[in-house]
């Protein structure tokens, strides 16, 4: 058996896309209706696409939302994840890793 490589594609959220706070900060600050723009559309956009090509997505949105605001996952001074939010997401990644490679698409089977 030939050994298998798998693609994984890891969706990286801006802190707008993960706390509601940020969020309504986001809309204020640039005058944003919520019905003109959706904060969960790229990130689901990106989700359909993996699943249309059978590629594996890891959407750390979840954990990052539920770890709460403390200790910080993202910088106020530049939008980055903080150490604290880089670690959280390395164990959402290593998780997906871990549970092994996804079957083979529909195609191969």
């Not at 904060?39 to 993996?50: E, S």
């Not at 604290?84 to 549970?99: E, F, I, M, Q």
Request: proline share 10%; net charge neutral; glycine share 8%.
């Amino acid at each position: 058996m030939q050994p298998r490589a798998r693609l994984v594609v890891l969706f990286a959220p801006e802190e707008y896309e993960v706390h509601e706070e940020a969020w309504d900060r986001l809309l204020r600050i640039y005058s944003i209706g919520r019905q003109r723009w959706m904060k969960g559309r790229i990130g689901d956009r990106l989700a359909g696409v993996c699943r249309e090509l059978d590629i594996a997505l890891v959407d750390p949105r979840g954990a990052l939302a539920e770890a709460g605001p403390s200790p910080p996952l993202y910088s106020r001074e530049d939008g980055a994840r903080t150490e604290h939010g880089n670690a959280l997401v390395a164990k959402v990644v290593a998780r997906a890793l871990d549970a092994g490679p996804p079957p083979p698409p529909a195609e191969a089977r």
